[in-house]
C-alpha cells in the first residue's frame, strides 16, 4: 500500500511539473505572438512557474521571465507611444531576468562520467538582445527621465545597469566586445552615474566613479571637482584638503582647486600658509587670480603696502577684470577703516589728522570702485558699494545719480 501511495505522489509531482513546464512554453508563446500578443497572461504564467520548485530551477523559465519584458519593450517602441518610462522599467525587468538565466545556464551539471554541461542555448539567445539594449540606449533615456523627476537613486540604478553591461560574463564574447567600446560617450555616462550617486548622498559611490575618470580626458577636472565636493559633505575636512593638493599638482592650471585650498585655510586663520601655496603656484603658473587673492591676505593681515603690489600686478595681467579692481579699491578702504578705528581715542586735533589720512584712503578707493562698476554695471554689488563710498565722501549729487 505504501508503495502504491508513493507512486501516486510521484505521478502527481510529475503532472505539477509538467503542468509549469507547460506554463513557461505558454508564457513564451504568448509573449511571442505577431499581432496582440497576450503580455498579462504571459506574466501569470511566468509567475506561476517562478514559484514553482522544479521550474524556477531552469534558466529557460528566467530566460522566459526576461523575454517577456523585451517584447513588451519592442512593441512599446515599435507600434505604441514610445513611452520612456514604460520601456525603461521593461528593459531593467528583463535585464535582472536574464542575469539569473545566464548564471544557472552557465553553472556546470555534470554527466555519470564527471563532464560538465551548459545550456549554452540560453546565453546565445540573450546575447544579441542585450547588444541591442546598449545600442539603443533606452536604459539612459530612461535615467535622464528619472533625474528629471528626481528619483536619483532610479537613475543611478538604470545608468549603473547599463554601464555595466560591457563587463557582463555573457558579453565577453570578441564580436559583442567589440561593438561596446569603453569610449568617451561611455565616460560620460559614468560621471553622470557619479552625479546621481551624489546627488542621492551616496558619496563613496560617487568618489569611486569620479576616481574612475581624474586620470582620463573625459570630465576629469569635474570629477576632481565632486571628489572634493564628496568629502566635504562627508565632514571630512581633512581628506578634502589632501584631494585639492593632489589636483593641485595634477591640474596646476586650474584655479578652481587651489582657491578652494587658499579659501580653506584663511577660514581657518592660517594666512601665511596660504601666502606660501599662492607664492608656489605664482612660481608654478602666474595668474591674475592668485595675484588678486595674495594682494587681498596681505590687506586682511594688514599689509597694505604689499598688497598694493600684487593687485597692480593681478590688474596688468587682467585690466579689464571688474572684481580685482573691486578687491583693489576694498584694501583702500580697509586701510582707512584702520586708521579711522585707531582714531578714537585721540585727542580732537589728533583725531581730525587721522581722519584725514582715512578719507584720503577712501578717496584712493573711489577710481578702482568706478572702474569695476564701469566694467559690470548690471552688479548689484558693485553698484551698492560705490554709492555707500559715494556717501560716506559726501559726494552727494553722485551718489543721488546712482539711487535707481
Given at each position: 500500500?505504501?508503495?502504491?501511495?508513493?507512486?501516486?505522489?510521484?505521478?502527481?509531482?510529475?503532472?505539477?511539473?509538467?503542468?509549469?513546464?507547460?506554463?513557461?512554453?505558454?508564457?513564451?508563446?504568448?509573449?511571442?505572438?505577431?499581432?496582440?500578443?497576450?503580455?498579462?497572461?504571459?506574466?501569470?504564467?511566468?509567475?506561476?512557474?517562478?514559484?514553482?520548485?522544479?521550474?524556477?530551477?531552469?534558466?529557460?523559465?528566467?530566460?522566459?521571465?526576461?523575454?517577456?519584458?523585451?517584447?513588451?519593450?519592442?512593441?512599446?517602441?515599435?507600434?505604441?507611444?514610445?513611452?520612456?518610462?514604460?520601456?525603461?522599467?521593461?528593459?531593467?525587468?528583463?535585464?535582472?531576468?536574464?542575469?539569473?538565466?545566464?548564471?544557472?545556464?552557465?553553472?556546470?551539471?555534470?554527466?555519470?562520467?564527471?563532464?560538465?554541461?551548459?545550456?549554452?542555448?540560453?546565453?546565445?539567445?540573450?546575447?544579441?538582445?542585450?547588444?541591442?539594449?546598449?545600442?539603443?540606449?533606452?536604459?539612459?533615456?530612461?535615467?535622464?527621465?528619472?533625474?528629471?523627476?528626481?528619483?536619483?537613486?532610479?537613475?543611478?540604478?538604470?545608468?549603473?545597469?547599463?554601464?555595466?553591461?560591457?563587463?557582463?560574463?555573457?558579453?565577453?564574447?570578441?564580436?559583442?566586445?567589440?561593438?561596446m567600446p569603453k569610449d568617451s560617450t561611455y565616460l560620460l555616462y559614468k560621471y553622470y552615474t557619479g552625479r546621481f550617486a551624489y546627488a542621492n548622498k551616496n558619496y563613496d559611490e560617487a568618489i569611486r566613479l569620479f576616481s574612475d575618470l581624474?586620470?582620463?580626458?573625459?570630465?576629469?577636472?569635474?570629477?576632481?571637482?565632486?571628489?572634493?565636493?564628496?568629502?566635504?559633505?562627508?565632514?571630512?575636512?581633512?581628506?578634502?584638503?589632501?584631494?585639492?593638493?593632489?589636483?593641485?599638482?595634477?591640474?596646476?592650471?586650474?584655479?578652481?582647486?587651489?582657491?578652494?585650498?587658499?579659501?580653506?585655510?584663511?577660514?581657518?586663520?592660517?594666512?601665511?600658509?596660504?601666502?606660501?601655496?599662492?607664492?608656489?603656484?605664482?612660481?608654478?603658473?602666474?595668474?591674475?587670480?592668485?595675484?588678486?587673492?595674495?594682494?587681498?591676505?596681505?590687506?586682511?593681515?594688514?599689509?597694505?603696502?604689499?598688497?598694493?603690489?600684487?593687485?597692480?600686478?593681478?590688474?596688468?595681467?587682467?585690466?579689464?577684470?571688474?572684481?580685482?579692481?573691486?578687491?583693489?579699491?576694498?584694501?583702500?578702504?580697509?586701510?582707512?577703516?584702520?586708521?579711522?578705528?585707531?582714531?578714537?581715542?585721540?585727542?580732537?586735533?589728533?583725531?581730525?589728522?587721522?581722519?584725514?589720512?582715512?578719507?584720503?584712503?577712501?578717496?584712493?578707493?573711489?577710481?578702482?570702485?568706478?572702474?569695476?562698476?564701469?566694467?559690470?554695471?548690471?552688479?548689484?554689488?558693485?553698484?551698492?558699494?560705490?554709492?555707500?563710498?559715494?556717501?560716506?565722501?559726501?559726494?552727494?549729487?553722485?551718489?543721488?545719480?546712482?539711487?535707481?
Amino acid at each position: 500500500m505504501k508503495k502504491v501511495l508513493f507512486l501516486v505522489a510521484l505521478v502527481l509531482m510529475s503532472a505539477g511539473t509538467f503542468a509549469q513546464k507547460k506554463n513557461v512554453s505558454r508564457a513564451k508563446n504568448l509573449a511571442l505572438m505577431e499581432e496582440n500578443p497576450d503580455f498579462a497572461n504571459a506574466r501569470v504564467a511566468i509567475g506561476e512557474a517562478l514559484e514553482n520548485e522544479e521550474t524556477k530551477g531552469l534558466a529557460e523559465t528566467w530566460y522566459v521571465a526576461g523575454l517577456i519584458g523585451y517584447r513588451e519593450a519592442f512593441m512599446e517602441r515599435i507600434f505604441r507611444t514610445g513611452n520612456v518610462e514604460k520601456i525603461g522599467r521593461d528593459v531593467l525587468e528583463s535585464i535582472n531576468y536574464w542575469l539569473k538565466a545566464d548564471e544557472m545556464a552557465m553553472t556546470p551539471v555534470y554527466d555519470k562520467k564527471g563532464r560538465p554541461k551548459y545550456n549554452t542555448r540560453v546565453r546565445r539567445d540573450i546575447q544579441p538582445k542585450m547588444l541591442e539594449y546598449y545600442q539603443n540606449q533606452e536604459l539612459i533615456q530612461y535615467g535622464i527621465l528619472l533625474n528629471d523627476q528626481q528619483e536619483y537613486q532610479q537613475a543611478y540604478d538604470a545608468f549603473m545597469t547599463y554601464l555595466s553591461i560591457p563587463d557582463m560574463p555573457m558579453m565577453q564574447d570578441e564580436k559583442y566586445k567589440a561593438q561596446m567600446p569603453k569610449d568617451s560617450t561611455y565616460l560620460l555616462y559614468k560621471y553622470y552615474t557619479g552625479r546621481f550617486a551624489y546627488a542621492n548622498k551616496n558619496y563613496d559611490e560617487a568618489i569611486r566613479l569620479f576616481s574612475d575618470l581624474v586620470d582620463g580626458e573625459t570630465e576629469n577636472i569635474s570629477s576632481a571637482e565632486h571628489i572634493y565636493q564628496c568629502y566635504i559633505d562627508k565632514g571630512d575636512s581633512a581628506k578634502a584638503n589632501e584631494m585639492l593638493d593632489i589636483y593641485i599638482e595634477k591640474f596646476p592650471k586650474e584655479q578652481w582647486f587651489m582657491q578652494n585650498r587658499i579659501n580653506n585655510l584663511v577660514s581657518s586663520g592660517n594666512t601665511e600658509a596660504a601666502l606660501v601655496y599662492l607664492d608656489k603656484a605664482i612660481e608654478r603658473a602666474p595668474q591674475g587670480q592668485y595675484y588678486n587673492s595674495k594682494a587681498s591676505i596681505l590687506s586682511l593681515m594688514k599689509r597694505f603696502d604689499e598688497s598694493l603690489v600684487s593687485f597692480e600686478k593681478a590688474l596688468a595681467m587682467e585690466p579689464n577684470n571688474a572684481l580685482f579692481h573691486q578687491s583693489y579699491g576694498y584694501a583702500y578702504v580697509d586701510w582707512g577703516n584702520m586708521i579711522y578705528d585707531a582714531a578714537q581715542d585721540l585727542s580732537a586735533k589728533e583725531f581730525d589728522a587721522e581722519l584725514k589720512k582715512a578719507n584720503e584712503k577712501f578717496m584712493q578707493a573711489l577710481p578702482y570702485f568706478e572702474k569695476a562698476y564701469e566694467l559690470e554695471p548690471e552688479n548689484p554689488d558693485y553698484k551698492r558699494t560705490l554709492r555707500s563710498l559715494y556717501y560716506r565722501l559726501q559726494m552727494m549729487d553722485k551718489y543721488e545719480a546712482l539711487a535707481n
